[in-house]
């Protein structure tokens, strides 16, 4: 077997678009998982529009979207009958390629992200698990069993994406602080008729009961994921068929058949550390959270292609390995506060006191769908679930400001000629972009540094965006502005690739755009 700088563990969601990005960077890999082939009773459905904005740099995203189905609205029911509406529909327009939220099972999800790698030739070794490993100065000693036999592997780095009870971690010893929710939770694929199968997503509000019915394109079928009630949670051997009658009730549908079911208790937890010398985790292997949202899933995402893009650089040569300790510092921040968040949301929708009383029957229903009425509001909504609003600031790979852009920042989507601003991130490298004109001292660094330059024609979306005119940002490969230089200042420009030892992929002349 040829020689491998990245071993990554779990073939999930996480470490297939980690293999994904590494594959497209020419970075040699293995992706191994213990099971024996893709999961069937994966549960995550939301697919925000960060993942699929990484998807199109991937070039896969439109695939994606079909696959799945927009979401227009969550209609929001209580009692068996709808109470309310939440329209969703393109609440994000014009702040992503994708204004919506996207249902795809995480099964399809998953099928789909490893049709794409077997595409580029890479092969994911099922039955096949990590038993130990021995972190060292230069290299990770790896002891992995497959088929029954063990192998010793040395491998540059290791990336431990293998789920909330992740052998990486445990070897590690790192501490895993946080708890488990005391519900059981359910989760099934049905074919059902009635009134919640109508092709939007159907929440259901009660005192500690909470129930959402999910369309599926591919199948027909209706995904039900919720609390299993709590006088039938100690029940052994528990099945659909204990359920039918109490969910067909709440959610107003006839359930003629099940094609599978599942229990489950939900953590919520974050990892003290998420990097240790060569080693790694990510995704559910470094933090776990509330269903609220449908964060889960879509921030592993994020993980990956965070992590993957900083070991291509430091494994090509194109960057100092320092930029790798940026890693633990941009997603362990955005992790804490994510658990936070959604442990408080989902606490304030299951709780049986008067304040979530207050929730379900006032502020859910009543209030929430008349806030979301307003542009502003639901702008604010979109960047909050949708994760474009994550920022990097304080990383040590963010520096200066330029508009009401700071580096750290996601570069802002805007509409141009053609593809709009985000066709050159498709390249996966290190750019510049200029909204405005580029003077002849940056058009002469960009030569020099053989970093790809794109001139983007001056428009009033840009200023809306936060933009500033002819200002220069210095775009990471994963759409974070890493510096914003008001005044184009070529020697601040150098001293920042210089320091990180910033070496690009890309061509020696750059691309003009106009609108």
């Keep these: ?7 990554i563990v779990g073939a999930g969601p996480t470490g297939l678009v980690m293999a994904l990005w590494l594959a497209r960077l020419g970075v040699p890999f293995r992706i191994i998982d213990k099971h024996n082939g893709p999961g069937q009773t994966s549960r995550a459905m939301a697919v925000h529009a960060r993942t699929l904005e990484f998807y199109r740099q991937l070039g896969f995203a439109d695939e994606a979207v079909r696959a799945g189905i927009k979401v227009e609205r969550l209609r929001l029911r209580e009692g068996g009958r709808e109470v309310a509406q939440l329209e969703f529909g393109d609440f994000g327009k014009g702040l992503s390629p994708y204004p919506f939220i996207l249902s795809f099972p995480q099964d399809e ?48 780095f290791l990336c431990g994406c293998d789920g909330v009870h992740s052998v990486v971690r445990e070897k590690l010893k790192l501490q895993f602080p946080g708890g488990i929710y005391r519900q059981m939770f359910f989760v099934a694929d049905v074919a059902a008729n009635g009134a919640a199968v109508n092709g939007d997503i159907n929440f259901v509000l009660a005192a500690n009961e909470l129930c959402l019915a999910f369309p599926i394109r591919s199948s027909g079928m209706v995904r039900l994921i919720g609390i299993v009630p709590p006088d039938l949670s100690g029940r052994n051997n ?12 709440l959610l107003s549908l006839r359930v003629d058949s099940v094609n599978w079911f599942s229990t489950y208790h939900v953590h919520h937890r974050v990892a003290d550390h998420f990097r240790v ?39 090509n040569g194109r960057a100092d390995a320092a930029i790798l300790d940026s890693y633990e510092i941009e997603r362990m921040a955005f992790a804490r506060t994510l658990v936070s968040t959604t442990d408080r949301l989902f606490q304030a929708v299951v709780r049986e006191n008067i304040a979530g009383e207050i929730v379900r029957t006032t502020l859910l ?27 990097y600031r304080q990383s040590p790979l963010s520096e200066g400001s ?10 802002p989507w805007v509409e141009t000629a053609g593809d709009g601003n985000f066709a050159p991130l498709k390249s996966l490298d290190w750019q510049l972009h200029i909204y405005g004109t580029a003077n002849k001292d940056l058009l002469q660094a960009a030569d020099d540094g053989r970093i790809a330059l794109h001139e983007f024609a001056w428009n009033r979306e840009m200023q809306q965006a936060g933009l ?21 200042n070529v020697s601040r420009l150098r001293e920042f690739l210089s320091r990180f030892k910033i070496a690009s992929l890309g061509p020696t002349s750059y691309r003009a755009h106009s609108n």
């Design 1 to 7: 077997m040829a020689s491998s700088q990245v071993l």
């Design 109 to 156: 999800h998953e099928a789909l992200l490893g049709e794409k790698l077997s595409a580029l030739g890479v092969e994911i070794e099922w039955n096949t698990e990590l038993v130990d490993f021995t972190p060292g100065d230069e290299h990770v000693a790896t002891i992995i069993r497959r088929n029954g036999r063990d192998e010793s592997r040395q491998v540059t």
């Design 238 to 249: 528990l099945t659909f068929e204990d359920l039918r009658g109490h969910f067909e009730g």
């Design 277 to 315: 010398g060569r080693v790694f985790v990510a995704g559910d292997a470094g933090h776990v959270h509330s269903p609220a949202g449908g964060q889960g899933m879509n921030t592993g995402i994020g993980d990956a292609v965070n992590l993957s893009w900083k070991l291509a650089a430091v494994l």
């Design 365 to 391: 229903p009543h209030l929430l769908p008349w806030l979301v009425g307003f542009t502003a509001m639901r702008r604010a909504q979109f960047r909050l679930v949708s994760q474009t609003r994550i920022n």
């Design 402 to 411: 330029a508009g009401d852009l700071r580096g750290g920042d996601r570069l």
């Design 468 to 488: 500033e005119r002819d200002s220069l940002y210095l775009v990471r490969p994963d759409g974070h502005i890493a510096l914003a230089e008001s005044r184009q």
